[in-house]
C-alpha cells in the first residue's frame, strides 16, 4: 500500500480583495493544488463566493459578463476544476444576510479535496455555521 502526506490548508478570502491579492490567493491555491502528484490536499474555508451554484460547479450570470466579480468567481471554480479538486457542500447555506427587503443567502464557505477517499463526511453545526470534517 502507497501512503501519502496530507496537507489540510485553511483559506479566507475577502470579498474586497484587490484584483492584485485576487490573483495572487489564486496562484497560492494552484500552487498548493500543482503538489498533488506528493500530497493529499484538502482546502477549507471561507472562500466568499456568493454566485457559485456548488451543485453545477458554474457561477450564475457568468454568460458574456464582464462583471469583476462573477470573472473572478469563475476564476476559482476553473482552478479547483483543473486541479481535479472536489467539493462537498452543494445546498447548504452558510450566510444570510438581509439585502433591502430580501433575505440572501448562500453557501460561502467550502471544504474541497484532491483525493474522495480523504474526506468521507463533511458536516454544518449551526449556530454559528461551521464546517466540520470528521
Do not use: H
Not at 8 to 23: A, K, T
Not at 36 to 57: H, I, S
Not at 64 to 70: D, T
Not at 74 to 99: A, P, S
Amino acid at each position: 500500500k502507497q501512503w501519502y502526506q496530507r496537507r489540510v490548508r485553511g483559506i479566507y478570502r475577502s470579498p474586497s480583495l484587490s484584483n492584485s491579492r485576487n490573483e495572487n490567493l489564486l496562484k497560492c491555491i494552484e500552487s498548493i493544488c500543482d503538489e498533488n502528484n506528493k500530497y493529499e490536499t484538502v482546502l477549507f474555508g471561507d472562500f466568499n463566493l456568493p454566485d457559485v451554484c456548488w451543485k453545477t460547479g458554474t457561477v450564475k450570470g457568468i454568460v458574456n459578463s464582464r462583471n469583476k466579480m462573477l470573472i473572478t468567481q469563475d476564476q476559482y471554480i476553473d482552478i479547483f476544476n483543473m486541479k481535479g479538486m472536489t467539493w462537498y457542500l452543494t445546498d447548504e447555506t452558510t450566510r444570510r444576510k438581509l439585502v433591502g427587503d430580501s433575505l440572501q443567502e448562500s453557501l460561502l464557505d467550502q471544504v474541497l479535496s484532491s483525493n474522495d477517499s480523504v474526506v468521507s463526511d463533511v458536516q454544518l453545526l449551526s449556530p454559528p455555521y461551521s464546517a466540520l470534517i470528521p
